[in-house]
């Protein structure tokens, strides 16, 4: 059963850093390729950064590039997204998937809120 449990939101003031985890289990984490996905209200769900299997190439959406990095701890069955600089304008629940034989598996997600 394929479970991703994301941890590591909260409160941060502009400016501010915060590092969420996403915990895995229920598949070999080594071979899929990890994705952060993220919500604002009243918005779409939108890609912020993605890595391969394992771990060495990485991608990002250019409104996070620069302040954001994805890494993958495959000893851990972790994601991590590194968030730095932020912004209230990434304010948002905060997803990790990874697909999976054509099925998109999500977390529940955390919540982040930057604010003063």
């Known amino acids: 059963q394929v479970q991703l449990v994301e941890s590591g939101g909260g409160l941060v003031q502009p400016g501010g850093s915060l590092r969420l985890s996403c915990a895995a289990s229920?598949?070999?984490?080594?071979?899929?390729?990890m994705s952060w996905y993220r919500q604002a209200p009243g918005k779409e769900r939108e890609l912020v950064a993605a890595?391969?299997?394992?771990?060495?190439?990485?991608n990002a959406a250019d409104s996070v590039k620069g302040r954001f990095s994805i890494s993958k701890d495959n000893t851990k069955n972790t994601v991590y997204l590194e968030m730095n600089n932020l912004k209230p304008e990434d304010t948002a629940v905060y997803y990790c998937?990874?697909?999976?034989?054509?099925?998109?598996?999500w977390g529940q997600g955390t919540q982040v809120t930057v604010s003063s």
């Open positions: 229920g598949f070999p984490f080594s071979k899929y390729a």
């Open positions: 998937t990874t697909t999976l034989r054509g099925t998109n598996y």
């Open positions: 890595v391969a299997p394992i771990g060495t190439i990485t």
